[in-house]
Antibody, heavy 116, light 106 residues
């Protein structure tokens, strides 16, 4: 059974930094592209970033480009998202998601709140 | 960017009803997925590449369409189907979602 455990969310001040992590199990992690998708409170879904199975290619939403960095460690079956220069509008639940063209399995999410 | 527009934004229905949700893309696409989300839960994948059911999804769910116009149909609404549904295009980056359709109890 696929299991994605998101962690690292916290309350952080505007301009601050944070690292989110996702521990994957139940599938061959290195065979799948991975993503982060976020959902602001009471709002819809917003794709944030994708990393290919070997980490060779990364893609970002314009809203986070230059501030967020996605990475993966296939030896540890983990996915990361480094969040820098955080803004109030980054407040959301961040989900780790397996897939490339579609998002097949979702973690429960970790809450990031940006507020002073 | 490819814009995804869902309609309606909400629909009131009863158990046993047939419910159809539409999704329109701002340009032609071939990879369209649908998700179901219940309050307090992560989204669940229902359909990929327009009409293929994810493993374990009941056959009362079906997807169809081509080009720019797509739909998700629930043939006979069950109590567990009251939720919000999102479409998503996977043809190009940035990946984009529709704004969601809430299926509510009539």
């Amino acid at each position: 059974e696929v299991h994605l455990l998101d962690s690292g969310g916290a309350l952080v001040q505007p301009g601050g930094s944070l690292t989110l992590s996702c521990a994957a199990s139940g599938f061959s992690f290195s065979d799948y592209a991975m993503n982060w998708v976020r959902q602001a409170p009471g709002k819809g879904l917003e794709w944030v970033s994708t990393i290919t199975l070997d980490g060779g290619h990364t893609y970002y939403a314009d809203s986070v480009k230059g501030r967020f960095t996605i990475s993966r460690d296939n030896s540890k079956n983990t996915l990361h998202l480094q969040l820098n220069s955080l803004r109030a509008e980054d407040t959301a639940i961040y989900h780790c998601v397996q897939g490339y063209s579609s998002f097949d399995f979702w973690g429960q999410g970790t809450m990031v709140t940006v507020s002073s | 960017d490819i814009q995804m527009t869902q309609s309606p934004s909400s629909v009131s229905a009863s158990v046993g009803d047939r419910v159809t949700i539409t999704c329109r893309a701002s340009q032609r696409i071939s990879w369209l997925a649908w998700y179901q989300q219940k309050p307090g839960e992560a989204p669940k994948a229902l359909i990929y590449v327009v009409s293929s059911l994810q493993s374990g999804v009941p056959p009362r769910f079906s997807g169809s369409g081509s080009g720019t116009d797509f739909s998700l149909t629930i043939s006979s609404l069950q109590p567990e189907d009251f939720a919000t549904y999102f479409c998503q295009q996977g043809n190009s980056f940035p990946r984009t979602f529709g704004q969601g359709t809430k299926v509510e109890v009539k």
